[in-house]
């Protein structure tokens, strides 16, 4: 690229960076993305984030810096930034996997797996309680490969349909 067309092409960006910022931070955030420049994608989305009005957009962003800094190793800052996806979303599902995530960074899981009980109660939940279950189970069974007794959330996943619907109980023989 020839000089001039340079100095052009950045006098250009910093016209947008004064007159629409937001469009700005998102098309840097998104070409970091694609180029996999983590680090620099996740200043433009925390700045996103920040400003954004929008409690559904901000969860979203707040679960992609999450997902970020998972990937980067810093497990504490991607903790807090699904716990804010988690607080943020408006929507069930995007709160769930925001929980999810958190669950599956935090080394005593007791504090989430009440939250995943208490979700898979909650009416709203209904439609998500086998990822619920599934998580449930994922988290109680021990490292080692030997079986254990089937824990309270593996008997309650099964006699839940995916849409959270009872099935019959089984009547005994």
Known sequence: MPREELQ????????VLRHAPLLYHTAA??????RGEDSTALTHLTVLSRSEKSALQR???SFLI????EAQGAREAA???FARAERTSPQPALELAAQLRTLAL???GGTGIHR???LARLRRYAPHRSAIYLALVKHSLPPTSAKPPAPPSVRASIRHRPCGALLPKPTPA
Not at 8 to 15: C, D, I, N, V
Not at 29 to 34: G, M, S, T
Not at 66 to 69: F, H, K
């Open 79 to 81: 903790k807090a930034a």
């Open 66 to 69: 999450g997902q970020i800094l």
């Open 29 to 34: 955030a998104e070409l970091a993305l694609a």
């Open 8 to 15: 052009h092409a950045t006098r250009r960006e910093g016209e």
């Open 116 to 118: 995943l009980q208490r």
């Open 59 to 61: 969860a979203r962003l």
């Open 106 to 108: 935090t080394t005593e």
